[in-house]
């Protein structure tokens, strides 16, 4: 299967900070609704469309839409449409032979809370502003980043989020099978595609995303546990990701276990888990690309003789520090 490159994130977000200026401006939090309001699907205008290259197969393709936003939400708007970030993921997933049977907008616009989703009804990735926003002040408010570097680690976490609503995409409009919770199996998907992605910063935007879930949790510290949920609980997502970050490349990520960040009887299984996730995913998808002679990626390294002595895992009375990589 082709390759999805994600292009030079980095230069990206040097641009998007370059301007950060023109729409750091404050307008406060996000307000967040009930979960189970829905969204009036917003009508596509000819002049909303961002007409970047397009290349459909079977009659479907990915296409940045702007949608509608206030003045913060404008703001970050415009510095987005300049950076073409959406832009060019958009580009590469229509560049990687992926036959998708219906077009996917990628909308992006103020929603009135924190929040990102897609829609089966037209088959609809929202990204919304004040889930960006939302996370530059989760970042800076936790210490050790600048605004300018929140900004950059937020881009990271949005990323992650855009590549978990394909997943929802993708096993909607191709029909994919999935066994268990749909919001694992989705976390999993843009955890595995971003890993064996050609770029440079992919596990720094899958860390940042590991990182944003563990001060996710911290803040909801007190608050009633959503054991009832469609999503497992944060600190769960923040373990899974950093497992399957281990697993794909464990010497170079060794001191995720040395550091006590990832217990030792769950990174002895990250390996194995990384290897029969990306085969799970790879055997779903590969119908559907134009090459299925192809591969998306390549096996985990085989884990060492002998892990890594660590030390022992926090006491589950004491919440775990968030670590910073």
Request: charged fraction near 20%; proline fraction near 8%; include cysteine.
């Amino acid at each position: 299967m082709g390759q999805m490159t994600l292009g030079t994130v980095g230069a990206i977000a040097l641009l998007l900070t370059s301007s950060y200026a023109a729409f750091t401006a404050s307008s406060g939090n996000a307000k967040t609704l009930p979960e189970n309001r829905r969204f009036a699907p917003i009508q596509i205008e000819e002049n909303q469309v961002s007409h970047q290259p397009k290349q459909h197969f079977n009659g479907g393709g990915f296409q940045v839409v702007y949608g509608p936003a206030g003045d913060r939400g404008q703001r970050f708007q415009n510095a987005l449409r300049d950076a073409r970030l959406f832009e060019s993921l958009a580009e590469g997933l229509n560049s990687s032979n992926l036959n998708v049977p219906a077009n996917i907008p990628i909308i992006l616009r103020d929603c009135g809370q924190v929040n990102a989703f897609y829609r089966p009804a037209d088959n609809s990735i929202t990204m919304c502003h004040e889930l960006t926003l939302d996370t530059v002040d989760l970042f800076s408010q936790s210490g050790g980043s600048s605004r300018e570097e929140a900004l950059e680690e937020a881009l990271f976490v949005t990323i992650f989020v855009f590549f978990h609503e394909l997943g929802h995409a993708l096993i909607d409009v191709l029909e994919i099978p999935a066994t268990g919770k749909e919001e694992d199996a989705v976390d999993d998907f843009a955890t595995l595609l971003l890993l064996e992605t050609d770029s440079e910063q992919v596990e720094e935007i899958v860390l940042n995303a590991a990182r944003w879930f563990a001060l996710q949790a911290e803040r909801s510290e007190g608050s009633e546990i959503p054991y009832w949920g469609e999503h497992s609980l944060d600190w769960q997502r923040f373990y899974s990701i950093v497992c399957l970050v281990y697993g794909k490349n464990p010497s170079k990520y060794a001191a995720l276990a040395t550091k006590g960040i990832l217990p030792r009887r769950r990174a002895e299984r990250c390996p194995r888990e990384y290897e029969k996730k990306l085969a799970s995913w790879t055997t779903l998808l590969k119908p559907h690309f134009t090459n299925p002679n192809g591969t998306w990626g390549s096996p985990a390294q085989p884990p060492p003789g002998s892990y890594p002595p660590q030390n022992p895992p926090p006491n589950p009375r004491q919440p775990t520090p968030v670590p910073r990589w």
